[in-house]
């Protein structure tokens, strides 16, 4: 059978599949190409016409990521110079720190238990 094919805005053929086969191998037909029987004036996607000479290219992955190695392990806190020591949060009077305010409908509605 004789195809046509869509060569940047031209149509060019016609080809017998065995040509249209070594063309779509070599990368001038791919997936998104038109191609067209010859005679019939109508044109598609050879990816959509899917012609005996269509081989559609394998799929390609990207390659997988690089394994990672073990986590190193965790230093000791004292191993870690004094800046960069956690600190525990201080709240309350004996802390130096003044208690917790009311919350928004304490202050607003002035109601809500007293905590001693």
């Known amino acids: 059978m004789a195809w046509y094919y869509n060569n940047e805005g031209d149509a060019d053929g016609p080809h017998e599949d065995d040509v249209m086969e070594a063309l779509a191998s070599q990368g001038k037909v791919i997936g998104g190409t038109l191609v067209s029987k010859a005679g019939s004036g109508e044109w598609g996607a050879v990816e959509e016409a899917l012609p005996s000479w269509w081989k559609p290219a394998p799929a390609v992955f990207p390659p997988a990521p690089a394994a990672r190695g073990p986590k ?11 800046r960069l020591q956690p600190v525990a949060p201080m709240r309350g009077p004996e802390l130096g ?4 305010k009311p919350g928004f409908f304490t202050r607003l509605f002035g109601k809500g238990s007293s905590k001693d």
């Open 97 to 100: 720190k003044p208690a917790q």
């Open 72 to 82: 190193p392990a965790a230093l000791p806190e004292q191993a870690l110079p004094a």
